[in-house]
Structures are given as C-alpha cells and as structure tokens.
C-alpha cells in the first residue's frame, strides 16, 4: 500500500497550490479519501474529506471556500486544490485512506509554507 503526495512547496500569502496523492496497493474506490494538515507544535486536524464514489465532500469552517477537494478514481489519485492561502495554512499535508473498521492508510506527508 502506497499513498505518495506531491505539490507542496512555498508560496505567497494569496497564493494557490495543489496537491496530488496518488494511491496503489488497495482499492481506491471503496475508500473514503482523506486530507489532513498538522502544523508545527499543534494537533493533526482534518481539512477535507470526500467520500469513496466522490459524491459528498467535507470541509471545516477554516478552509471552507478555499479549499476544494476531487478525486479520479480511474487514476487512483485524490487532489486537494487550495485556493487564498494565508500563513496559518503553513502546515505538513497528509493524505489518508479510510475505511471504516477495515483499514487507515496514511501518506508521508508534503511540506506547505505560505510566507511573503
């Protein structure tokens, strides 16, 4: 099982990025795809969520409106488009895999800095 994230990087306050997880090893789509975020010193928090057919999405009120997530189940991968990013966004992104009380997958992590 594999979960490779990619597209992080700096970027200005304002700016946009978008991740990619791309996923092997499982059946992607029977997962529910998962990012979360966890800056230095704080707690892993949840930022987006989308369910295994992409018909439901989550987001909390910090990214909502900025964020966007999609999902290509023909190319396993799972995206996180992130739209006026500010300097609290600065944070590792993870991508997970979930599947309620079968399996949790997680990614390595890729490193976001918003910063002027």
């Known amino acids: 099982v594999q979960l490779v994230e990619s597209g992080g990087g700096l970027v200005q306050p304002g700016g946009s990025l978008r991740l990619s997880c791309a996923a092997s090893?499982?059946?992607?789509?029977?997962?529910?795809m998962n990012w979360y975020r966890q800056a230095a010193g704080k707690e892993r928090e949840l930022v987006a969520t989308?369910?295994?057919?992409?018909?439901?999405?989550y987001y909390p009120d910090s990214v909502k409106g900025r964020f966007n997530i999609s999902r290509d189940n023909a190319k396993n991968t799972v995206y996180l488009q992130m739209n006026s990013l500010k300097p609290e966004d600065t944070a590792v992104y993870y991508c997970?895999?979930?599947?309620?009380?079968?399996?949790?997958?997680w990614g390595q992590g890729t490193q976001v800095t918003v910063s002027s």
């Open positions: 997970n895999a979930r599947r309620l009380g079968v399996n949790d997958f």
């Open positions: 989308i369910t295994s057919a992409g018909g439901s999405t």
């Open positions: 090893g499982f059946t992607f789509s029977s997962y529910t």
